[in-house]
C-alpha cells in the first residue's frame, strides 16, 4: 500500500498546479518554508455548536498570531449567533496541504479582540477587525522566528501617508473557493497587486460601507484598499511591501469591500493594541 502521506502530497500539488481560481494572479506557494512564509498560519476555529471555520494568520512573535477579529469570531451578515462562539482556536504555521513542517497543529490558550468590533447594534466595526491569537507555548522543537525576527521582514507601527495609491502590495494565506477538497483548502497561495486607496469607515460589509474613502493613502485611514486577488479563507493573511530586499507589514487582509479589497492598516494604534495584549494577557479556562 501506498504512504498515504505521499499520496496525499501528490493530490494538493496536481489539484493546485491547475490554478482552480480561474484567471486570478493566485498561485502555490513553493516551498513553505522559506521566510516569510513559514510564518504564515492556517487557523482553524472550532465553534460552540461544533461547527468549524478557517482562516490565515501569521506568527509576529514566537507564541503569537495575528489574524482579524472576524477568523476568530466568525460573523455572517455583521449578525453573532450563541451558537457561533468559539471554543478552540488552533493555528499550523507553514502549512501546505498534507505538508506540516513545524510539528502540526498548534493550540491557542486564548486569544484578543476588540470589544468594539461589535456594535451594541451587533454590526461590524471596520476600525477594530483585528485580533490576536496566544498559543499555549513557544515552539518547541525549532525556532523558526517570526515577522520581524530577522533583517529581511519588519513589523512596526505604519504611517500612512508613507504607502502610494499604485505601490505594488503583497500577500499569502489560505484561500478556497466551495468545492475544493479538505486538502486543497490548506494549500498556501500568494498574489500580489496594488494599493488602490484607503478608507476612514465605521460599519461595514461586503455590501454596504459607511465612512470616508480617498483615492490616496490618507493619513486619517484605517483601511487600506486595494487590488491583490484573495478568496474565502484568505481573512488575516499578511499584506506588505517590499523595498531593497526587506519585506514590511503594512495590513491585515480583510476581504472585500464593494469594488475593492480591504485590509486593517497596522497604524500606531493597532501595534499599540497588540502590545498591549501580548502584555496583559490572560489564559482562557
Known amino acids: ?33 522559506a521566510i516569510p512564509f513559514r510564518w504564515i498560519c492556517h487557523v482553524e476555529t472550532t465553534l460552540y455548536n461544533g461547527d468549524t471555520s478557517t482562516g490565515t494568520g501569521f506568527l509576529i512573535g514566537p507564541r503569537h498570531v495575528l489574524t482579524t477579529a472576524h477568523t476568530i469570531y466568525p460573523m455572517k451578515e455583521r449578525k453573532v449567533r450563541p451558537e457561533w462562539k468559539t471554543i478552540k482556536v488552533r493555528v499550523y504555521p507553514g502549512r501546505h496541504g498534507a505538508r506540516e513542517p513545524f510539528g502540526g497543529g498548534h493550540d491557542a490558550n486564548g486569544w484578543a479582540i476588540r470589544r468594539g468590533w461589535i456594535t451594541p447594534q451587533r454590526e461590524a466595526h471596520c476600525a477594530f477587525d483585528f485580533g490576536l491569537i496566544r498559543l499555549k507555548e513557544d515552539f518547541p522543537k525549532r525556532n523558526i522566528g517570526f515577522w520581524g525576527s530577522d533583517a529581511t521582514t519588519r513589523f512596526v507601527p505604519i504611517n500612512p501617508t508613507t504607502l502610494t495609491a499604485g505601490q505594488r502590495l503583497f500577500t499569502a494565506g489560505y484561500p478556497f473557493r466551495k468545492g475544493l477538497n479538505e486538502l486543497a483548502a490548506r494549500v498556501m497561495k500568494q498574489s500580489n497587486g496594488e494599493i488602490k486607496g484607503s ?33 474565502k479563507g484568505s481573512s488575516g493573511s499578511p499584506l506588505w511591501i517590499e523595498e531593497e530586499k526587506v519585506k514590511t507589514l503594512v ?34 479556562r
Open 199 to 231: 478608507a476612514l469607515l465605521t460599519r461595514c460589509s461586503p455590501t454596504q460601507a459607511e465612512g470616508e474613502t480617498f483615492t490616496n493613502v490618507n493619513a486619517r485611514a484605517h483601511v487600506l484598499l486595494h487590488d491583490v486577488d484573495t478568496e
Open 251 to 284: 495590513a491585515i487582509h480583510q476581504g472585500e469591500l464593494g469594488s475593492d479589497n480591504a485590509g486593517i492598516l497596522i497604524t500606531q494604534t493597532v501595534f499599540d493594541q497588540v502590545q498591549e495584549w501580548i502584555r496583559t494577557f490572560r489564559e482562557r
Open 1 to 33: 500500500m501506498r504512504d498515504r502521506a505521499a499520496l496525499e502530497r501528490e493530490v494538493a500539488d496536481l489539484g493546485i498546479a491547475g490554478e482552480v481560481f480561474g484567471s486570478n494572479s493566485l498561485t502555490r506557494v513553493s516551498n513553505n518554508e
